[in-house]
């Protein structure tokens, strides 16, 4: 009997183990999505698109600006080469885990040359790596500032 009561114990101990190994630290994450706003800052286009999964939605500041990662690489290419691209400085990151510890969501403020945006997005999982699933940006205007904003 004690046999079989150490072994349910051990059996749970390593489901428990097991169960962890999907789950990241948010240190994790919050490195990935620096390090993925430090290459637009660099123009490091490899960098930048490889952070982004094959099936990754980029939603921009203007209502038009809706991209797969296809269409967003041939927006983003010429201002990489360039070496212009943008320099997006994030703070107040929150970060949330799916139940299984493959889906991450999150949002972020931004301090950009549009001035404090908001960002949220997803990233999942694939094969032992975290990719950016969808990410949308928007510009934030105070509240007190909204009926003069609309009046533009």
């Given amino acids: ?3 079989q009561i150490s072994f349910i114990i051990l059996l749970t101990f390593s489901l428990i183990a097991c169960q962890n190994k999907t789950i990241t630290e948010p240190k994790e994450i ?4 620096d390090n993925w706003h430090l290459a ?3 123009t490091n286009l490899d960098a930048y698109f490889s952070a982004l999964g094959d099936n990754a939605i980029y939603i921009g500041t ?3 600006e809706r991209w797969t990662k296809t269409e967003f690489f041939s927006f983003c290419e010429p201002y ?3 070496g212009k691209a943008w320099d997006f400085k994030a703070f107040d990151r929150k970060i949330y885990f799916s139940e299984d510890g493959k889906t991450v969501w999150f949002n972020e403020l931004l301090n950009t ?3 404090i945006c908001r960002a949220s997005g997803v990233l999942s999982l694939k094969d032992g790596n975290w990719k950016i699933s969808h990410y949308q940006l928007s510009v ?3 509240n007190e500032k909204m009926k003069q904003f609309l009046e533009i």
Avoid: E, Q, R
């Fill in 80 to 82: 990489f080469k360039k």
């Fill in 62 to 64: 203007d209502a038009s």
């Fill in 40 to 42: 637009a800052t660099n």
């Fill in 140 to 142: 934030t205007v105070k």
């Fill in 30 to 33: 919050n490195t990935l999505l």
């Fill in 1 to 3: 009997m004690l046999k």
């Fill in 113 to 115: 040359w549009m001035g």
